[in-house]
């Protein structure tokens, strides 16, 4: 028997590896093993008593390279010396958010433990690559929906980074041959689709660079060794953002290492991973600097197009400050255009049940119905902070998603679709003129007070105007603007642009107060002609007043809906006689009275409802709000009994034939409006482009420039000028080519904003990114 030592020295330095595994065999012998826990830079011993004869001597552990020492010959006591060598193989990714990678997290654990934002948030983000940056892949596609990197620029702003890097230590400097590395995506949950459906790695950094994990081919891939080297750097991109079965918007990215001699071929023996979360989405809001205004050719039911409206819009973009560009879509000449959208591990054509694809093309002037203005945000590569344009496709199958898919998806903007793929109905609600933002706003409470420094989200949802759960999901996942959940059945279009809207008042040092509330009131119209009636009861309104210089006085012409003259004077609105459209509910007509006390006590009111619940859901004060006139006219009946609760007037315990019901409810109206809408406006920079409204023409022959004013865009104008340093106002006629379709300048544009610059806003460096400026 021999006293056999083994002295086993590990390398100096810093790793997180020290146990090893020491194994003597020999033949007719039992195995001899020892587990030693080792100290960088010191020697460690332990002695066998073995027998003499010739023995094999194995040491194994993670991290270190192993030893196989054959032939020993043992006849005496001895000593066996070796010194150790650390190779191991760490993951690395930008956890604290500045733009380069960090050091290896923790082994054996997900670093960090989970997403955290805020000043000291932890977790790298991961861009939603919606753009299209390669106009080689197929119309339609952006560069997330395909299997590589679209180009330099995509490599560069489109993608993020992570990194497989190596370190030795000690006199080894070979990798042991069997050692191989596995990369894999894990979900957050199991309640959410598998991770690989919503993140892709590339194999590199280079351009055209293949997916090796993701929705095309696996949640992991098996690295040789000797194709990572040193170190390798690999990108990666976010397929969607959160949303439906992605609710976390969170994966994590894991690096296993195999050293067979440990563990076996096929078990992992240590591993790294690290959290990583898709960017957000974030909705545009009115406060935020206008770039660019979208407009369709639209062409009407007499053959004319739009051209004088994209005129006067032009001409007023041109005017404001900074001047806005204007870009104009044709969806009747832009190519039909399928939609993809991710079928299990394929890009599949995405037709809605019922509907045709493609859309085929045609007149479709709802350039906001069709998309929702955003951003996305993200830390970047190299200390560079990246922002993209990102429109939200809204779950809407018209012809100008095929111009949105053709021309507005660029390398300046992308596009993401929720709805895509799901069994969601379509329907008017989805459409962007009914999702919009607020500026930022605080809600004050005895808790305390909560700021939503990036507005928050409101729309309409209610009994028959629902917008489908994927979009809802969507706009809850981002977590970023708090929904706010507005009534609109009142509307038969049902919109929430058709009654509110919000415009910049730069003037109040509360940042969270920088606006005013513009609100659709029927009562304020009717107030204003009560005032104007004994000077100016004759006045003309809902006609097109024409100075005639040959004859010194105006002509009128009448405006119509649906083919009837609409045109009237303030007597006629506020006396009791035959107003022009008919009753939806009888067919018959109806009267200005009844349409008048419909309007101030059932509209009005329903208006008010929805004010009320946005003063529950921030610091909103009758001080924050400008009454604009505006009229509706009953549009579509509901044809369901009535309910006592639904009555404008309980004490005539009669409908009216609709007119003492509460729009929006059964057995009353839904509405459109009658005059021009004036709050479904566009707002741009330092003007307001309003629908002309068609109020009273109020002729005054001291007024030697226009010889008149319209009542209520003189009020609106007035109400506008009293802000403090805010917008002009500039009054376009949308009549015949938005306001008889339902619609009005708002539902007809769409724009791009620079994201808001929260840091100056704020006065904190802080709040300049989203991710350091929210806490959740």
């Known amino acids: 028997m021999a006293n056999y030592t083994v002295q086993l020295t590990a390398p100096a330095g810093n790793y997180p590896f020290d146990r090893v595994r020491v194994s003597l065999t020999c033949d007719a012998q039992p195995q001899q093993t020892q587990d030693l826990t080792l100290t960088p830079s010191m020697a460690v011993s332990h002695v066998f008593d073995i027998a ?54 923790i082994l054996r654990q997900i670093t960090p433990p989970a997403v955290t934002f805020g000043e000291h948030g932890s977790g790298a983000i991961i861009p939603v690559n919606c753009n299209r940056d390669d106009n080689t892949i197929t119309v339609g596609y952006a560069d997330n929906q395909d299997d590589k990197i679209n180009g330099v620029n995509d490599l560069a702003t489109g993608t993020a980074r992570l990194e497989i890097r190596r370190a030795i230590i000690g006199p080894n400097l070979n990798v042991p041959a069997r050692w191989s590395l596995k990369l894999k995506i894990i979900r957050e949950t199991d309640t959410e689709d598998l991770a690989e459906k919503h993140f ?22 098996v690295i040789a060794t000797a194709d990572v080297g040193a170190s390798k750097e690999y990108a990666i991109e976010a397929v969607r953002f959160a949303g439906q079965n992605f609710e976390s918007g969170r994966g994590a990215v894991v690096l296993s290492v195999i050293q067979p001699e440990v563990t076996g071929d096929a078990t992992t023996t240590y591993w790294y991973a690290d959290h990583v979360v898709a ?29 004088r409206f994209r005129t006067e819009l032009g001409n007023a973009a041109g005017a404001d400050l900074p001047v806005i560009a204007v870009t104009t879509g044709d969806p009747e000449t832009a190519h039909d255009i399928d939609i993809p959208y991710l079928n299990g591990n394929a890009w599949d054509d995405y037709t809605p049940a019922g509907e045709a694809a493609p859309v085929p093309a045609g007149d479709d002037r709802w350039m906001r119905d069709t998309v929702v203005s955003g951003y996305s945000s993200w830390p970047g590569n190299n200390n560079a902070v990246q922002s993209k344009n990102a429109f939200m496709k809204t779950h809407r199958w018209r012809p100008l998603q095929n111009w949105v898919y053709e021309t507005l998806l660029s390398a300046n903007v992308g596009i993401s679709y929720p709805a895509a793929g799901s069994n969601d109905a379509i329907a008017s ?16 409470g005895l808790a305390g007070t909560t700021y939503y420094r990036f507005g928050r989200l409101y729309y309409g949802h209610n009994d028959f105007h629902e917008v489908d759960q994927s979009s809802r999901d969507f706009f809850d996942a981002q977590n970023m603007q708090l929904p706010i959940v507005l009534n609109t059945d009142w509307l038969l279009v049902g919109h929430v642009d058709e009654m509110m809207t919000f415009v910049p008042d730069a003037n109040p040092a509360d940042p969270f107060k920088k606006w005013k509330l513009l609100v659709a009131s029927p009562a304020e119209a009717y107030r204003l002609m009560t005032a104007a009636q004994g000077a100016h009861g004759a006045a003309n309104m809902l006609k097109r007043a024409v100075w ?43 009267t200005y009275e009844q349409l008048r006390d419909w309007n101030i006590n059932g509209v009005e009111a329903v208006i008010t409802r929805n004010v009320n619940t946005l003063k529950v859901e921030f610091d909103l004060l009758d001080t924050d709000i400008i009454k604009v006139p505006v ?29 003492n019901i509460y729009p929006g409810v059964d057995g009353g109206f839904q509405c459109g409006a009658l ?21 009273p023409w109020i002729e005054d022959p001291t007024d030697l420039a226009d010889h008149g004013y319209d009542l209520f865009e003189r009020d609106l104008r007035q109400k506008i000028a009293a802000i403090v340093g805010g917008p002009t106002c500039k009054f376009i006629d949308d009549w015949n080519d938005y306001h008889v379709a339902l619609g009005e300048i708002h539902c007809g544009t769409n724009e791009l904003r620079t994201p808001y610059n929260g840091q100056a806003a704020f006065g904190n460096a802080r709040y300049a990114n989203w991710w350091t400026a929210v806490d959740a």
């Open 548 to 590: 005639d210089n040959g004859n010194n006085r105006f002509n009128y012409t009448d405006l119509q809906i649906g083919g009837v003259d609409v045109g009237a004077t303030i007597n006629d609105f506020l006396g009791n006689g035959n107003a022009p459209l008919d009753n939806p509910a009888t067919g018959g007509q109806h």
């Open 675 to 695: 005059t021009g809408d004036m709050p479904n406006m566009f707002v741009g920079n330092n003007r307001l482009m309003i629908p002309k409204p068609f109020g």
């Open 200 to 221: 892709r790695i590339f194999d590199g950094i280079t351009q055209n660079g293949d997916e090796i994990i993701g929705p095309e081919t696996a949640s992991f891939r």
């Open 429 to 444: 609600a989805n459409s962007g003129g009914n999702i919009a933002v607020t500026p930022p706003v605080k809600k004050t």
């Open 52 to 105: 003499n004869g010739t023995w094999r001597l194995k040491i194994s552990g993670a991290g270190f390279v192993p030893v196989d020492q054959q032939n020993i010959v043992v006849d005496s006591d001895t000593t066996n010396a070796k010194d150790l060598t650390v190779i191991y193989y760490t993951l690395h990714t930008d956890r604290d958010r500045d733009g380069v990678l960090d050091d290896a997290g």
């Open 631 to 659: 009229i509706f006219y009953p549009e579509e009946y509901i044809n369901q009994p009535y309910a006592l609760l639904g009555m404008i007037d309980n004490t005539a315990l009669d409908d009216d034939d609709g007119f």
């Open 279 to 307: 960017a957000r989405w974030i909705g545009n809001h009115h406060l935020q600097t206008v770039s660019r205004l979208y407009v369709a050719i639209a062409t009407n039911d007499d053959g004319s197009n739009n051209l």
